[in-house]
């Protein structure tokens, strides 16, 4: 039986003969059990008649309120000797952490309130991670005893997804450019100061027209020569989530590349005639939530937008309509349907060239060492052996990351 690493809807799990174990980060729970202590210790302040009479009654300060509104996501996890290394989300704060067998505390591998780091592969003591601020994501790598690091992109990037080759001493990423219209050309933006840059993607961050990405490109980064070449890119795709094998294979994920409708004279003029309907949905939902916040019940007696709104999930920051693409899933003869677009494909490079289809309908995978791969299709963990023969491993939910 398969072992392997995996995060199901944003919690982490280990799949070990055949059984699914939950991994706890203790930095979560710490964060937890401080927000419940404080919240504890204050709740007299905002509950109760006195509450009330002066004015300071909130029914979202009970502690039970306090901890269900943390939101958490694990993005990546990895086995190194005897450590776990992890990257979660809490409330906003993203960092990297180790568990280890010898103490009941994670680590700080690094993390910062002010700086996002995500993404990360360690191959000989090295990691190799992603640091985001002002919306720019690069590619940074360190020694994991030591608080020293280097990065080596920049610009107005999103780089992503790094990954040690397995052949040399380089690295695998996936980059798109950020595309901010703020009129000006490449000249003017390198002249200008690191702080007005800052200031700028910072104002602009919220604004999806002043912050379009290019689609995104497969890179590797030599540390031998210090260059950086692009090795897949092409303006109808996405070529996402890399990863080499012993042999000198690349795998990688190929998608089609959503741009906005609005980019066209019909996108507009649809925006501009649908402008006012939009704009009464958002008023009328945004008065609903709060009615069914403060006196539990909502304004429409209709469950359809609900039913609407769990149809769709978003992963890896595509929008997919989970019941449709499963429909079309299960009549295209697929014996074990996920929620994942067929049009997600995961391919294969060979040392000579050829360009092979591996499997549709892929958002997450792991090459093993005798040529076999593990695949999410959103619903299902998959193994595929080398000869292309698929075999169910695990059924599980949202299945974003296997390691």
């Given at each position: 039986m398969r072992n392997f690493y995996y995060i199901s809807n944003g919690k982490m799990f280990f799949f070990e003969n055949g059984k699914e174990i939950p991994i706890h980060s203790e930095v979560l729970d710490s964060y937890i059990?401080?927000?419940?202590d404080d919240a504890a210790r204050n709740e007299w302040k905002r509950s109760g008649k006195g509450a009330e009479f002066l004015g300071s009654y909130d029914p979202q300060a009970s502690a039970e309120e306090r901890v269900s509104s943390v939101r958490s996501q694990a993005f990546g996890m990895q086995a190194y000797g005897e450590q776990l290394f992890y990257s979660i989300s809490i409330d906003g704060v993203t960092g990297i952490y180790r568990k280890s067998p010898h103490s009941d505390k994670d680590g700080i591998v690094i993390s910062s309130s002010d700086v996002v780091y995500r993404d990360f592969d360690i191959k000989g003591e090295r990691m190799v991670y992603t640091c985001e601020f002002a919306g720019e994501r690069h590619i940074a790598v360190l020694d994991i005893d030591t608080p020293y690091s280097r990065t080596y992109t920049e610009g107005r990037t999103v780089d992503s997804r790094p990954v040690w080759s397995k052949t040399s001493d380089a690295v695998y990423f996936m980059s798109s450019g950020l595309l901010l219209d703020d009129g000006q050309d490449e000249t003017v933006a390198e002249n200008k100061s690191f702080a007005q840059t800052t200031a700028e993607m910072l104002t602009n961050a919220g604004d999806p027209s002043a912050c379009e990405r290019s689609p995104e490109v497969i890179c590797r980064l030599d540390f031998e020569s210090g260059s950086i070449s692009e090795i897949l890119a092409d303006e109808k795709y996405d070529f996402v989530s890399p990863q080499t094998t012993k042999n000198g294979e690349l795998y990688y994920i190929r998608r089609p590349h959503e741009t906005e409708s609005s980019s066209s004279f019909l996108g507009c003029l649809c925006d501009i005639l649908l402008f006012p309907f939009r704009m009464?949905?958002?008023?009328?939902?945004?008065?609903?939530?709060?009615?069914a916040k403060y006196s539990g019940k909502t304004l429409s007696k209709s469950g359809n937008a609900k039913h609407k709104n769990e149809q769709q999930t978003v992963i890896d920051g595509n929008l997919i309509n989970a019941k449709r693409e499963l429909e079309q899933n299960r009549k295209s003869g697929d014996r074990s349907p996920?929620?994942?677009?067929?049009?997600?494909e995961l391919r294969r490079i060979c040392p000579d060239g050829?360009?092979?289809?591996?499997r549709k309908g892929v958002c997450a995978y792991r090459v093993n060492d005798d040529g076999s791969v593990l695949v999410s299709n959103g619903s299902y963990v998959i193994e595929i052996d080398e000869n292309g023969k698929e075999k169910d491993v695990h059924k599980a939910h949202r299945v974003t990351f296997i390691r």
């Open positions: 059990y401080k927000l419940k009464l949905s958002a008023l009328f939902g945004f008065f609903n939530l709060f009615s996920g929620f994942i677009p067929r049009s997600w050829n360009d092979i289809l591996v």
